[in-house]
């Protein structure tokens, strides 16, 4: 039997991808190889959001080579982002990649299985045009959370992003598709529906808006939780606050990106809005749903970040009071608007801020999470954890660490939370 072995880099868009190219592989008869050593057909899966994701795949790929020495047959793809930009320089950089492919094409990935052939011409399967994926036969992790992508692609042109540049202009999936594909999870495992995309708020059909997807998966039999990531603030309506307040099994996590706490550096991050009105819109969340949880993205030392700027990045984590921050230093993405700006921060400079945005973001969450303690709050089980624990998250995304029986995975429990640090929560059974 044929095996397929695929790495994935970035995202939770791409994390699905992967599932649905295992899918296909399935299909067509493939098995799971554990190992790259093992697979005759090898997929990257990868992410150009930052130069550091870019390399970490290159070199992941560079080691692949060896393999072909004792396994001349074997197939090696690269996926994802990279391919949709990087064509020429993947030739270059890695001749020896038989397979490259756009986000675009996975909907082509069994028609291309039949066509590819090992050691020849490096295959291109590149297209500019993004579409909505269609209904493939998945291969889901054992994961009580399943992702589901409502939209590809995205029209905001933030100036520091490529992913307009290699997904593509915004293309919703159609209701029917994410229904069905939803009513086709196995509801024993799956507990919680992840809506996914670049910007779910966006989303529409004719007269439908998000709020009214919401309520629709909201009606599908079996699903327990319901979440969605990635929100603009810009197209955080009122009607999708109230929908998440008053539908009991949307989760109350929301993943904001801020992305800067100056107004200055937000309008020339193309954001679409200024401090004042995000601020705004957090209190109107807290306000209308007081047990949120609330994420965000903070960029570091944008060009022309002052400290000043810097500082205003920093009350923010305070005055938004987020529990969680994903923080990253500015990484220039040849192509954008922000890559041929003046001003850009020393590297050294960059450094220092990280280390010091990180330090907020921990004491934050740190004095947050002290409020949780004593509480109990339902827990859909993951997984093993560390030092024989299991672990689980709450409605809020929170990690919770127990003791438990194996039996509990993919279950919801009640769960009393005894103590709490930044980033874990402990917790008994009650
Ligand atoms: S909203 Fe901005 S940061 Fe997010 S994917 Fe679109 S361009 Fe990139």
Avoid at 148 to 174: A, K, L, Q, T
Avoid at 231 to 259: F, G, R, W, Y
């Amino acid at each position: 039997m044929r095996r397929y072995f695929i790495k994935t880099f970035g995202c939770q868009m791409n994390v699905n991808d992967s599932e649905i190219l295992a899918g296909i592989l399935e299909d067509n008869g493939y098995a799971l190889a554990e190992v790259p050593q093992k697979a005759d057909i090898i997929l990257v899966n990868t992410c150009s959001i930052r130069q550091k994701a870019e390399d970490r795949a290159y070199t992941f790929l560079r080691e692949l080579k060896k393999l072909k020495k004792t396994n001349p047959d074997l197939i090696i793809g690269i996926c994802g982002c990279v391919p949709q930009r990087e064509k020429e320089n993947i030739v270059k950089q890695l001749p020896f990649v038989d397979l490259v492919m756009g986000p675009q094409c996975v909907d082509d990935f069994s028609n291309i299985l039949q066509e590819i052939e090992p050691n020849k011409e490096t295959q291109f399967y590149i297209e500019e045009k993004g579409r909505p994926r269609k209904i493939h036969p998945t291969k889901r992790a054992k994961s009580p959370r399943a992702y589901i992508n409502i939209m590809y692609g995205c029209n905001n042109y933030c100036s520091y992003c490529i992913v307009p540049y290699v997904r593509g202009r915004e293309v919703f999936r159609p209701s029917k598709d994410i229904m069905e594909e939803i009513k086709k999870l196995d509801k024993s495992i799956h507990k919680e529906v992840i809506l996914l995309g670049q910007n779910v708020n966006s989303w529409s059909e004719g007269d439908k808006t998000f709020s009214d997807l919401l309520r629709e998966v909201h009606k599908a039999p079996g699903v327990e939780w319901i979440s969605f990531m990635t929100s603009h603030p810009k197209d955080m309506t009122d009607e999708i606050i109230e929908t998440v307040a008053k539908l009991p099994k949307l989760n109350n996590h929301i993943h904001l990106p801020v992305q800067s706490g100056s107004t200055k550096i937000m309008k020339a991050m193309n954001r679409k809005y200024d401090r004042d009105y995000y601020l705004k819109l957090i209190e109107k969340i807290y306000k209308k749903i007081p047990e949120a949880t609330v994420t965000s993205d903070i960029i570091v030392g944008f060009p022309g970040e002052t400290g000043k700027d810097f500082k205003d990045s920093l009350s923010m984590i305070r005055q938004a009071n987020f529990d969680s921050v994903i923080t990253a230093a500015y990484s220039i993405r040849p192509g954008t608007k922000a890559a041929a700006m003046k001003g850009q921060i020393e590297t050294s400079v960059k450094k220092e801020r990280l280390q010091k945005i990180m330090q907020v973001v921990q004491d934050v969450a740190y004095q947050k999470n002290q409020k949780l303690v004593g509480k109990t709050m339902d827990l859909l089980v993951e997984g093993p954890a560390q030092k024989g624990k299991l672990s689980g998250r709450t409605r809020g995304s929170k990690i919770v660490y127990f003791d438990g029986s194996k039996n509990l995975i993919c279950q919801i429990i009640p769960m009393k939370i005894t103590s709490a640090k930044s980033w874990v929560l402990e917790g008994q059974r009650t």
